[in-house]
């Protein structure tokens, strides 16, 4: 069965990305936010096996984010996406629970090779 995956992300067209790279690898996209308070409320709706979650966003960030889902769900799968130069953001992430962190911009490869490590 395909795993679900939520993206969360403020750019629509990174979303749209991220959509298309997983979809074709065979993945399934199982809701999108774009902001953490967005994406909070849609993974108690929707469970999905993994988020890949934005660092940078308005409303709340994805360390907010990666914190309450987390607070919420201890087994949660997270992925955080990164513009290159946050590095702290990403060690605060990995402390907080997430269980990898891509840079954008994304390299298709990578993306995957990151959700097949988590997920399978």
Do not use: H, W
Not at 66 to 71: D, N, R
């Amino acid at each position: 069965m395909a795993k679900n995956i939520m993206i969360v992300d403020d750019a629509a067209f990174m979303r749209m990305m991220i959509k298309d790279i997983l979809t074709k690898n065979g993945y399934n996209v199982a809701g999108e936010a774009e902001n953490g308070q967005v994406a909070v409320a849609k993974y108690k709706e929707l469970s999905p096996d993994l988020v890949l979650m934005d660092i940078t966003m308005p409303e709340m960030d994805g360390l907010q984010a990666l914190k309450t889902i987390k607070a919420n769900d201890a087994g949660a799968k997270v992925i955080m996406c990164s513009a290159m130069g946050q590095q702290a953001m990403v060690i605060e992430a990995i402390q907080s629970g997430a269980k990898d962190f891509i840079v954008k911009p994304f390299q298709a490869e990578r993306v995957i090779e990151a959700v097949k490590k988590v997920i399978g």
